[in-house]
């Protein structure tokens, strides 16, 4: 798993320690991007947690989710949360070393009791030590949270720093804009009480269908019930250990709500589980199968391929402004563009990191990363090998059908209502499930320079 070498420098291990009045948890903070642009350490907020103990157990849930490979077991290099402050809330996200799992804690508004907010993302420093205490507070005692250097620290960032070493995998950067593509096609399909969820939670750890892969459940009266097979109203739940996480703030959940979407025959889909906290919200989304990282659907081709998108995200990207909620109706009006232009746009600057999407409140949110978006381009394999079909004029129109010779065989691909099918493998294998092939996207590409004028 290939990445781009990474130093994250801090000012001081993040640490939790005892104060005249309680509890002070100050979470470090590097590299990061705000209005004001690039900043070594920026502050996002200090103030008290509502839920102290809840909040402690989330942000561990989302640690251990970056810490864990959940297919072929192995040590992660880079292992801190990414946190983003939205002017109302704080959210900290992070992938599973297999990049099949997202996971993402916000803590909002009623969550936190302090000043406003900042606006902007940067990386969090969680140390051994740091799990270690974070796994010890109670709700005895009140939580003062400090994300980004104190007055001290401020003073002596020319001193030394605490530096971190590792490596950022490509693929986590085309997972978080994958995970973002496939959550805005969800549903809410089933909503449990606190007391159904736990049961239901901890019935799966007990069950052996752990080990079975993807399994579907369907709700049954006030709860769920595990089916062999995807019936009506039914949701893929891929690999059942992987939502062990949860179990970190199951004791503070008042409810459980189940995203995915409709059953697709017998294939395995994506699906979400949010807890539901005081003041907060832990999300676990998974891949469809344990050993399918998000890096790999695909979902973001068809937005990659297009030059119309890339300038539309430019114009889009001057309209965010670190909204907790980004409202593509709202943008479409201001930038004059089409809806279905605003999402490819979105869809676009996802592939930076730049877009994430909440299920939740059912619409995007603006965040920052150091990605860019060619370089998703030039590490998706599909979409540079479509490239280099076109370009070198493997591709022949003819109407509704299309010719690409690859590989001394040739292919076609029809388009139907605005669909490419392909008859090649991998469209025989996953029927547009996982992304176009390369030989629909060289077609589409082939099509607008067409219709461009440029070909």
Known sequence: MAGSPQTLAYTRPSEL???FGGLALGLETAGGFTPVGAEAHPTFFAGFLTSPQAAARGLLAVADVAATRYYQAARPGLLDPVVTGNGDRLRFES????????ARLDVLQDGLDGAETGHGTTNVDVNAPLRTALSRITDGDPLHLRVGPDELAVTTMDGQVVEKKGRLPDRWLRGFAEAQVVSAQFDLRAELSAAEAARFLRSLSRSSSASRGAMWVVPAGRSLRLTARPVVGAVCLPGPERLAAL?????HATRLRVFGPAPDGMAATASAWELTLPGMRLTLTLSPEAGRGFSGEGAVLEALATDEAAEDAEAVALLLSWEPRVDPVDLSERSGLT?????AALTRLGTSGRVGYDIAD???FHREMPYDTDRAERHNPRLV???SLFSSGAVRLDGT???VASADVTYLVRE????????CRWWADHRGRRGPCKHALAVRIARRATADGTR
């Open 385 to 387: 090998a479509a490239r």
């Open 401 to 403: 059908l299309a010719a």
């Open 339 to 343: 809806v279905a232009r605003v999402k």
């Open 416 to 423: 139907q209502d605005g669909a490419l099918s392909c008859t």
């Open 17 to 19: 320690h005892e104060t």
């Open 362 to 364: 059912a619409c995007y």
């Open 247 to 251: 179990q970190q703030v199951l004791r």
């Open 95 to 102: 992938f599973s070393g297999c990049c099949g799992v997202y």
